[in-house]
């Protein structure tokens, strides 16, 4: 049994098949487009089941579900843009003066007992030093990669 349940007012159908046939848009929201005409439930729509949409645009059935949601929820616009990230812009860690901070730090005389700086080591004296929060090693390799540098 279906939860949410599409049902497209003559207007919403006209603009459904507007963007369709038009194909000046981006790809994803013309499949959206055409998934949302397919599952229309109202009079006289076509009210196709998830899976016979999903097998006719190569979709998962998954994907129709979330978008039918979306549609009931959030309404049509909703629906067919591409789904924003929950958090937000994924924010760089490490800024302008970060990347700088940890190329002279990576270039400068290791600590004491040490031969050389580790990636976990650099990783722990931009926290300590208060020059981020937190950051992952992972993070700080790439960085010193793309500045082709290397620990030690």
């Not at 990636?119 to 793309?146: A, H, M, P, S």
Request: hydrophobic share 35%; net charge positive.
């Amino acid at each position: 049994m279906k939860k949410y349940i599409v049902e497209l007012t003559p207007e919403e159908v006209r603009q459904l098949q507007e963007l369709v046939t038009q194909g000046k848009t981006a790809a994803r929201r013309i499949l959206h487009a055409h998934i949302l005409l397919q599952a229309n439930a109202a009079e006289g729509g076509p009210a196709w089941k998830d899976e016979a949409i999903a097998e006719a645009f190569g979709v998962s059935v998954r994907s129709v579900e979330r978008i039918r949601q979306r549609c009931v929820e959030n309404g049509l616009d909703d629906a067919l843009e591409r789904r924003k990230s929950a958090t937000g812009i994924c924010r760089r860690k490490l800024d302008g003066k970060g990347e700088a901070y940890l190329c002279k730090l990576a270039c400068s005389k290791p600590p004491q007992g040490r031969e050389r700086w580790t990636i976990r080591l650099l990783r722990d004296q931009l926290v300590e030093l208060r020059i981020v929060d937190d950051i992952g090693r992972e993070t700080v390799r790439t960085t010193l990669k793309k500045m082709k540098l290397s620990p030690g």
